[in-house]
Nanobody
Framework: QVQLVESGGGLVQAGGSLRLSCVAS????????LAWFRQAPGKEREFVAG????????SVGDSVAARFTISKDNAKNILYLKMNNLKPEDTAVYYC?????????????????WGQGTQVTVSS
């Protein structure tokens, strides 16, 4: 059974930083891609960043590419998202997602497992 457990969200002032973590279990990591999405109230779920577990090839959304970094710890099966220079528009629930192929698509329809999400709130 796949489990994705996010943590690290919280309330931060604009310009601050947070690091989100996603502990993954139950996956066959060979060929797996893990990604971060976010969803603000009244908006569609948005791709933030993703990475192939085997190739280490990252993909980061244009709106956050200059400020967010995705990384992983293969030994601990943890996915990270380091967010710098946070802005109020980054406020959302951030989700960890998994798919069993190596590409990193931006559409959430290609991901079959999801975590429960962690709230990030950025105050101005």
């Amino acid at each position: 059974q796949v489990q994705l457990v996010e943590s690290g969200g919280g309330l931060v002032q604009a310009g601050g930083s947070l690091r989100l973590s996603c502990v993954a279990s139950g996956l066959t990591f060979s060929g797996t891609t893990l990604a971060w999405f976010r969803q603000a109230p009244g908006k569609e779920r948005e791709f933030v960043a993703g990475i192939s577990w085997i190739t280490d090839r990252p993909s980061v959304g244009d709106s956050v590419a200059a400020r967010f970094t995705i990384s992983k710890d293969n030994a601990k099966n943890i996915l990270y998202l380091k967010m710098n220079n946070l802005k109020p528009e980054d406020t959302a629930v951030y989700y960890c997602a998994a798919r069993s192929q190596g590409a990193v698509p931006a559409s959430p329809i290609y991901y079959h497992d999801w975590g429960q999400g962690t709230q990030v709130t950025v105050s101005s």
